[in-house]
């Protein structure tokens, strides 16, 4: 049946060229998708993860790259906060179609860089643009760093901050004589009696903070206070317990001492914390510094913010993480492109005190040292809690909206609201870490 | 309900076509014929449902991870042997059984009350057909969102009419009782159309001289329903069981997008334990060997079913065969 193959053979050949066809005009995304490539849509791809007050402004930091440099187009994609981020962000990389600069925790980088999805700084023309150790605040810098090799570019620390109302302090007489600031505190027993001072000035609280269903700011308010006392509750890449059982212990014994009294409430959520603080009817809000832009505009609510002093240890410690910029690894990435990303990152240092309104602290040191950003109060009041910053443990499961906090923070929770007492509460952090210090790591960090 | 099932009550091959069971004498160009036109299903099915499943079998034996090329270290069954110790695993695993406990009886015995309903009414049957099917054919995410915003505490629209009759709602997506409810109560409305579809076009089947029959016997229209339809659907109705209760287990996208497995991980379904750590933990190895355990755990049902069904089936051939015993009574 020559006709018969003569037509096949025919059809086959058509569909070759209209094959061939498609894939020559590769400037189509059916094209790269096919193909597998990253769509060339603009001259940097930036990912990041936010929404709200810090939305915005990283929008106004992104046009103000575009003005300074008008040839270069930035195509800016938000996706959601913590897990689903990362995970997008790593097998994106992973499948060679990365974006050009990403955001990333520094608490969530040492997987990230053990994994080889990110570009070490110094291969991709940063340190050529200035960005070297030397200008930025130690500790984040320090967090940017994976085994000898910085993988990040440090935006900002935001810490866990200590915020009061003003006009109850004054009424508590907790003001010092300047009256813009807090006479200093030195340790728990002192850090006790301004809560009550707090509660005896007619607050209904001496502090609050959101505990029910929030175990990341649960954990953060224990990683704070263990820190003090304590070294890293999990080492060796997060394949070992550490804890420090008695100062698991001495730490919730401390958080139960401030609730057992009334001085503190044993569960609240987030939006009863907003409405008692917003109110006047509590004298102190354990919270991150992002919190600031909610209460910044509550009429009536005079307000400020500062680190959290010594508690049970000799030395103040703030809990922080940080927000860094990363470029992701793509080996089809051209130098251009580099340099381009490269001038990205440059310029969002440079405009991050506008960054700065969001309550964090930027990380490049001449933006913290400029008057745009020191004119910024409260902002400028808790820059030492970013020297004195804290990050999570190094692990490949640890990090800003891990299960690991989920897990970790959820027995915290526990112990604040008395269901648990000191002793069980420390068995059980020791059980929680353990579940992960065993289960396998799919990569091998440092 | 993630994936649209392909498959349709099984009906009868028409009469017309007589099928050659002796296969000696079966052409060979047939033969050929037969396998040349269901090569493109078996191109695709080989490439994207064989071989993903020989992969994770392989790869379930390494500490493969998500974001690396090659397979990592061999470490035998010790996959496994963590999935089945883990408590996280089989509590996902509950989940979605609970889920399917919930979802499943609502599912088949609503589809079935309006499918019945709507083949009685006079007029206007294709708008409801129309009507209860069309919210099947709208994707999850738009399905959540929608929801998302009904359910939101304060300002969503059900909380609104809660406190509108002076009661206060359950916590829809911040507790978990109340995510259960909000996920049941979507799944529900979003999903009860295929299940209505399959019912509808079972009751379509049932020839209409049945019903005059019994009309003509003095069956109330209730009497009909009951003695007739819903026993002449029971085939239909094992299928739907079946295939809802495979759909049911496989929930994802849905808790995924209105609760995100919370809170605390209480709504979490066993895929999205998978996705968690397969993917946001790049552990593709223990990924795997927690699939392969739920897929053997998804076989044992099917395979379950099917035994009982084929027993049931044969049973029932064999009472048939055996002349009913008729209870005459005679007065004369």
Known sequence: ?446 | MTTIASERPAGRPAGRITLRTDRERAPRSERRAGLLLSSPFLIVYLLFMIGPLAVGVVVSFFNTTTVKSGLGGWVGLSNYRTVVQDSLFWSAMWHSVLFTLLTTPPLVVLALAFAVLASRVRRGTVFYRLAFFAPYVVPSSVVVLVFLWMYTPQVGLVPKLFSAVGLTSPDFIGSTSGGWTAVVLMTLWWTFGFNFVLYTAGIQDVPTEVYEAAAIDGASPWQQIRFLTVPLLSRTTSLVLILQILASLKVFDQIYLLLGGGPNQSTRPVIEYIYDTGFTSYRGGYGAAATMVYFVIIVAISAAWYALRHYRTAAAERADQRPAPRAERRTS
Not at chain 1, 1 to 22: N, Y
Not at chain 1, 87 to 111: E, N, Q
Not at chain 1, 376 to 403: I, L
Not at chain 1, 409 to 421: H, K, M
């Open chain 1, 1 to 446: 049946m020559s006709g018969a193959l003569g037509r096949r053979r025919f059809l086959a050949l058509g569909g070759g060229l209209a094959m061939s066809a498609g894939l020559a005009a590769c400037s189509s995304p059916l094209a790269t998708g096919l193909a597998g490539t990253q769509p060339d849509t603009a001259d940097v791809i930036f990912w990041n993860l936010f929404t709200g007050g810090d939305g915005a402004n990283m929008v106004l930091m992104e046009d103000a790259f575009r003005k300074a440099h008008p040839g270069l187009s930035v195509e800016a994609t938000i996706l959601g906060w913590g897990n689903p981020y990362y995970t997008k962000l790593a097998l994106a990389t992973a499948s060679g179609t990365p974006p050009d600069v990403g955001i990333s925790h520094l608490s969530r980088l040492p997987l990230l860089a053990a994994s080889g999805l990110l570009e070490p700084v110094e291969d991709t023309g940063l340190p050529e643009l200035g960005i070297t150790s030397d200008k930025f605040t130690p500790a984040a810098w320090q967090k940017a760093t994976v085994g000898g090799t910085v993988y990040a570019v440090p935006l900002d620390t935001h810490p866990f901050v200590l915020f009061y109302n003003t006009d109850l302090a004054r009424k508590a007489g907790l003001l010092d004589a300047a009256g813009d600031g807090l006479k200093p505190m030195r340790n728990a027993a002192e850090f006790t009696d301004a809560l009550r001072a707090m509660k005896d000035a007619g607050a209904q609280y001496g502090a609050v903070m959101s505990i029910t269903a929030d175990p990341s700011t649960c954990w953060r308010y224990f990683s704070m206070v263990y820190s003090g006392i304590a070294g890293p509750v999990v080492t060796h890449e997060g394949t070992r317990v550490a804890v420090d059982d008695d100062a698991a212990q001495s730490t919730f014994a401390f958080m139960q001492s401030l609730t057992k009294d009334g001085l503190m409430p044993r569960s609240l959520t987030g939006s009863g914390v907003n409405a008692l603080f917003s109110t006047g009817k509590a004298g102190f809000l354990f919270d991150g510094e992002w919190q600031i832009p909610s209460y910044r505009d509550v009429k009536g609510l005079h307000f400020n913010v500062v680190p959290f002093p010594a508690l049970l240890g000799p030395k103040p410690v703030a809990y922080a993480d940080s927000h860094s910029l990363v470029i992701p690894r793509n080996g089809k990435r051209s130098s251009a492109r580099t340099a381009h990303a490269a001038l990205f990152v440059r310029s969002l240092l440079d405009n991050s005190a506008i960054w700065a309104h969001g309550g964090h602290v930027p990380a490049w040191l001449s933006t913290q040292r400029s008057k745009a950003f020191l004119d910024q109060s409260p902002q400028r009041n808790y820059v030492q809690a970013a020297f004195n910053a804290v990050y999570d443990p190094v692990a490949w499961y640890t990090g800003a909206g891990s299960d690991f906090q989920t897990t970790v923070g959820s027995t915290i929770i526990e112990v604040i609201a008395g269901r648990l007492g000191p002793k069980d509460g420390a068995a059980r952090l020791r059980a929680d870490l353990k579940r992960y210090t065993t289960a396998r790591p799919p990569v091998k960090i440092g």
